[in-house]
């Protein structure tokens, strides 16, 4: 097997190739591991919707499920049960990149449960409870970067456990998220942990920005406005990776944990599959290409920059002036920044929170149908 050019060039540009998606049936049919041998995967992050969309379409967890009614477990039990199990699969397919990459990459996420998103102790009690079921080194738990995630990522990292950092929309928050990292190292490394084992990174949504902020231009409906349709994610997406130059290459607190085998963390861009069909379904690839970032795909932009997507060389660094002009002109024509960041947190941690319950709600009824069919 081959791998794609189109993405082989992408990761040779300094981009991880990491899918967006995880099913079972992914992992048992060998689909995965042909995404790794032709698609340049290295790597796998999940969510509650991800998941809810798995466990409701075909049989293949039924059996589980029905085991797992026989042992008396609830919905909460068996979903931890099948997505830890899941999880733990594709770090095992992924192995491979984990040991060539030297523990970069060949990383699968998982999340704590979004109603936490407000529970910083109960966070960090779940992401200590996840690491240790799925038992993995090539683990990612993942937590929101809301206002009680903040100090839960610093004290999960000062646990020895690798972080995927998710929700982030604003480079202020980022910025804490990065603040929080760094507490972490320095928590972990008062602690003894290995600190070249501790990887992070930090999930920065992307066509979410353009949607709610293209919808306010188009309100506001001057051609002034209407001129920065499509502007505001890719700008706001380089800001924040000039945030973590600034951080990881310059600051000083980062360079002295270099010395004692810190990690940078990450870049990565979520939420990068097209919403408008106006904007060209590569967009949120193409443009922002930089070296030491990550970009989780859903299939369906793999499959187009696999297919007809360009390399037009680093389009990310060097754009920090261009990119706050943009902003500049986004607050001139009246967009409040602040509130788009807080309103799409909040839509972020609610859909999840749907996702989680209608996800609670199917296993329930599974585990009904499941007992009484006995």
């Known amino acids: 097997m081959t791998q794609n050019a189109n993405l082989e060039k992408l990761a040779a540009a300094g981009v991880s190739v990491w899918l967006d998606d995880l099913s079972r049936d992914r992992i048992e049919s060998g689909n995965l591991a042909e995404l790794v041998a032709t698609k340049s995967i290295v790597g796998v992050t999940t969510n509650p919707s991800i998941f809810q969309a798995a466990l409701s379409k075909g049989d293949v967890y039924d059996a589980q499920v029905r085991e797992l009614a026989e042992r008396g477990a609830d919905a909460t039990d068996t979903i931890r049960t099948v997505t830890t199990d899941d999880v733990r699969a594709a770090c095992d397919v992924l192995a491979p990149q984990f040991e060539a990459s030297n523990g970069v990459d060949g990383r699968v996420s998982i999340e704590v449960d979004p109603r936490l998103a407000h529970d910083a102790d109960k966070t960090v009690a779940q992401g200590i409870e996840l690491w ?3 038992d993995r080194p090539n683990l990612f738990i993942k937590i929101p ?9 610093a004290k999960v990292i000062g646990e020895g456990i690798s972080v995927n950092v998710t929700l982030i929309f604003s480079v202020e928050r980022y910025e804490l998220v990065m603040d929080a990292y760094l507490d972490g190292i320095e928590a972990a490394k008062a602690a003894g942990h290995d600190l070249s084992k501790i990887e992070s990174v930090a999930s920065f949504f992307v066509s979410r ?11 506001i409906g001057t051609p002034e406005a209407l001129e ?18 600034k951080i990881f290459e310059l600051a000083p607190r980062y360079q002295q ?3 004692d085998g810190a990690r940078p963390q990450r870049p990565l861009w979520a939420s990068t599959g097209v919403k408008n069909p106006d904007y060209p379904d ?11 970032t990550v970009n989780t795909m859903p299939e369906k932009t793999l499959d187009a920059f696999a297919d007809h997507g360009t390399l037009e060389g680093d ?3 060097g754009t920090a002036v261009e990119s706050q002009q943009v902003f500049d002109k986004l607050s001139a024509v ?16 609610d859909k999840f929170e749907v996702a989680w319950n209608e996800l609670l709600d199917a296993t329930t009824e599974q585990l009904r149908t499941a007992t009484s069919a006995h």
């Open 132 to 134: 240790k079921i799925v």
């Open 145 to 153: 970067a809301t206002e009680a995630g903040i100090p839960a990522i």
């Open 209 to 219: 920005v353009d949607t709610e902020i293209d919808a306010r231009l188009d309100k």
């Open 228 to 245: 920065l349709r499509g502007k505001a994610a890719l700008a706001n997406a380089r800001l924040a990776y000039a945030a973590y130059e």
């Open 257 to 259: 944990l270099l010395h």
């Open 282 to 292: 590569t967009l949120y690839v193409t443009q922002l290409v930089a070296r030491n």
């Open 315 to 317: 389009t990310v660094s």
């Open 334 to 349: 009246g967009i409040d920044l602040d509130d788009v960041f807080a309103v799409l947190e909040k839509e972020g941690v």
